[in-house]
């Protein structure tokens, strides 16, 4: 399975925009990158993918690199509410799965 | 609430018991996943079904994991003897079949304590 690489861990202050980093060097080109967050007690949510252009939505906004070998999540004002686990998934054309990382831990700070 | 529901919420058993969850995916969702997750882990992929045949099974479902789709509408997922090492969140997802960049929808899953 393809794999991704995630910070453990990482902290930011409520109402500050958050970078979220992510490598996948090992992607493909019809790899899709997948974020889903994962909030206490709950199952994973969809947040955002995409698979080449940067990506917008109401919940986040999704920067790709050139190469494709990362992509930045971004979350343009961060709220207490947005404390969760953030994974970064390579939805593989053909494996009809998600594999899940370890993810980054989103700590916001008052 | 038109979400993906699975039952129990919370699961306690005694080792060597068997237990059964249940999931009722989004109704129009012809695809259904089991993941189980243990703390501080991410959620491991276990099985899928697309309508009601099971198309895939991860090397971690052992001859005690059995999961089921009759009507290729909600799922049951048994184990049987359980072990405390299955001590775990199983978490339930549907899909919409289309193309590679569809959306799983996951429940809140069943806790399972094994005493």
Known sequence: DAKTTQPNS?????????????????????????WYRQLPSQGPEYVIHGLTSNVNNRMASLAIAEDRKSSTLILH??????????????????AQKLVFGQGTRLTINP | DTGVSQNPRHKITKRGQNVTFRC?????????????????????????????????????????FSAERPKGSFST??????????????LCASSLQGATNEKLFFGSGTQLSVL
């Open chain 1, 77 to 94: 004002r961060a709220t207490l509410r947005d404390a969760a686990v953030y994974y970064c998934i390579l939805f593989i054309q053909g």
């Open chain 2, 24 to 64: 009722d995916p989004i109704s129009e969702h012809n695809r259904l996943y089991w993941y189980r997750q243990t703390l501080g882990q991410g959620p491991e992929f276990l099985t899928y079904f697309q309508n009601e045949a099971q198309l895939e099974k991860s090397r971690l479902l052992s001859d005690r």
């Open chain 2, 77 to 90: 997922l048994e184990i049987q003897r359980t072990e405390q090492g299955d001590s775990a969140m199983y």
């Open chain 1, 10 to 34: 990482m902290e930011s202050n409520e109402e500050e925009p958050v970078h979220l980093p992510c490598n996948h060097s090992t992607i493909s080109g019809t790899d899709y990158i997948h």
